[in-house]
């Protein structure tokens, strides 16, 4: 029979490990995440704004208005890292780009409706239209990625002048695309979101980085209320690399519904507001 001492001397030795299960998060938590904070700032960009130009809600109405037009900064990186996530893991980029486009055309008139007064303003596009810039261009450069590289040993000048070569034509190729999306589509965040999803593309073996450094160029180019997306490193830190709740057409569809639903409401409180 062993004695007590024995047995603590047993317990003693016995290491116990505990595994820590890292928090994950699906690409679907990320899309809920980046509609939510969007739905967040169309409700100020519309009924908000509507309310503060009749004069009603004061300073206090202005201070709430800003604090959910920062909440919505954070919707557009997410969306530019799933569209660099779907292009990787897609298996036909052409029907992905094929649906962006539709659903850039579908969302226009709700776009109109919702932030143009129901005019058409060819001045100023939905989101959609950069998504879809912004694929073509990642598709490009991958292609040009792709091409035929020659092997550095045969003969170095000829490896640095093919390099060279290629970067000019990347580069070119990303300043076209961003001057389409600025001043030939007009898109939201133009340029700035061409630049914001070619950065995420490139740095993509690197998630966090690629997240951050997309942000911090929307920041120096789009205005400093950018900045305050780097909050989404976090969840992006988490994320595990799977699609999770498949509900892809809900997300399309989300965004021209949402923005009739607004501007449905916004002329009403207009309505409402002119008869009192």
């Not at 739905?39 to 959910?68: F, Q, S």
């Amino acid at each position: 029979m062993a004695s007590p001492e024995n047995n603590c001397k047993h317990v003693r030795s016995i290491k116990v490990e505990y595994s820590v299960k890292k928090p994950e998060i699906a690409g679907s938590t990320l899309k809920i995440i980046a509609l939510v904070t969007m739905l967040i700032d169309h409700i100020a960009a519309t009924l908000l704004l509507e309310l503060i130009r009749d004069g009603i809600g004061g300073k206090t109405l202005i201070d709430v208005y800003w604090v959910m037009r920062s909440v919505g900064r954070m919707a557009f990186p997410i969306y530019c890292f799933l569209l660099v996530e779907g292009f990787k893991y897609t298996s036909d980029r052409t029907k992905y780009a094929l649906r962006l486009v539709c659903f850039a055309a579908i969302s226009e008139i709700p776009f109109d409706m919702a932030f143009n007064n129901g005019k058409a303003d060819m001045s100023s596009n939905n989101v959609f239209f950069t998504l879809f810039i912004g694929l073509l261009t990642i598709i490009v450069i991958d292609w040009i990625k792709g091409v035929r590289k020659i092997d550095k040993s045969h003969s170095t000048i000829k490896w640095l002048l093919a390099s060279l070569i290629k970067c000019i034509v990347m580069m070119a190729v990303i300043l076209i695309m961003m001057i389409l999306a600025e001043f030939v589509v007009c898109s939201d965040y133009g340029a700035a979101g061409i630049g914001c999803i070619v950065i995420m593309y490139l740095l993509m073996a690197d998630r966090e980085l690629a997240f951050g450094l997309g942000v911090i160029l929307l920041g120096f180019l789009a205005g400093d209320i950018e900045f305050i997306a780097l909050f989404m490193v976090i969840p992006i830190h988490f994320y595990n690399g799977k699609r999770g709740i498949p509900l892809k057409y809900f997300f399309y569809a989300f965004y021209p519904a949402h923005l009739i639903l607004l501007s449905l409401l916004t002329a009403g409180v207009k309505y409402l507001v002119s008869i009192n």
